[in-house]
């Protein structure tokens, strides 16, 4: 379990950029986390996993503390924080050595770093890239080669900061089923993003607004209940298909078989 206890961060100290903020996130969720630019999102993000340190409040995973420079290492290594740039996250010059490179930090023995390179890159689909140099590899391979990096690491949480917004459709679908199915094995997601279409499927939906918590819930509730117009934001297709021909089954993720079920209820 992740608990942030009222949550204060600034990084200068005219403006605050998390005000106050307390939640829980459960293992085992799929929580999507939305805002306008600059709400502070990515700030929440390095806050979760202690690569930032809160001004007041704390922030733990189970009896971990981000405040206790003891735990930070485990904390790192428990929740991986996947980033909006894959060629900023290659540090290496092979696939291999990529995702050899944080076990060797961790001490694992080398029969344990064989087994867990083969399955970080077979969860990832990049087995057949081994040797591959980050120049040969598109930008949804590399994002995928630093998901199997932290995998390696056989992290309890995975934080997506945006991972899909410089992604061409193919490579956001690719990484979408990799977390989906990240999640179906029993891993934590927590996915930041702003493309509104990708939260429906969430079970559960985070607005942040001016560093605070506006909305916490189901993201159908959210999409029902919510002015998006206030935010800046627009509904996705399948909302805006749903109010268009005024459906009577409730507004579900999959706008295809929204469509089929009412037209087979018929
Ligand atoms: N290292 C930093 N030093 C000073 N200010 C920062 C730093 N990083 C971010 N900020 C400021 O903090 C605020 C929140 O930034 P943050 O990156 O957390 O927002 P975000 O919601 O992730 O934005 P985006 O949608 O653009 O990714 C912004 O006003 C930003 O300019
Ligand atoms: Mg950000």
């Known amino acids: 379990m992740l608990t942030l206890d009222h949550v204060h961060f600034y990084y200068d100290k005219a403006q605050t950029i998390i005000d106050d903020l307390s ?32 001004r007041k409040g704390r922030v733990k995973l189970d009896h971990l503390d981000t405040a206790n420079v003891k735990d930070v290492a485990e904390i790192h290594r428990q929740i991986g924080l996947v980033f909006q740039n894959p060629d900023d996250q290659f540090i290496t010059t092979t696939v291999m050595d990529e995702v ?13 770093m064989t087994i867990r390179l083969d399955d970080a890159l077979r969860a990832v689909q990049m087995e057949d890239y081994t040797d591959a140099m980050p120049h040969e590899l598109s930008g949804g391979q590399k994002q995928r080669v630093a998901i199997a990096a932290i ?45 509104l279409e990708e939260v429906l499927t969430a079970d559960r939906l985070l607005l942040l607004h001016e560093g605070r918590l506006e909305f916490d819930g189901h993201p159908l509730t959210f999409f029902n209940t919510v002015c998006l117009k206030d935010y800046g934001m627009d509904s996705p297709f399948a909302v805006r298909l749903h109010r268009a021909l ?8 999959d706008w295809k078989e929204m469509i089929t079920s009412q037209w087979s209820t018929r």
């Open 23 to 54: 939640l829980t996130i459960n293992d085992g969720e799929f929580v999507a986390v939305i805002g306008g630019n600059g709400c502070g999102k990515s700030t929440l993000a390095r806050l979760m996993n202690g690569l930032l340190q809160t």
């Open 100 to 112: 050899l490179f944080g076990l060797e930090n961790i001490r694992v023995s080398r029969d344990e």
């Open 151 to 195: 995998l390696a690491m056989r992290p309890r949480i995975m934080i997506f900061d945006e991972a899909t917004s410089m992604l061409d459709p193919q490579g956001r679908e690719q990484l979408l089923s990799i977390m989906y199915e990240l999640h179906r094995q029993g891993m934590t997601i927590i996915h930041i993003t702003h493309h």
């Open 246 to 253: 005024q459906l009577s089954l409730p507004l579900m993720a």
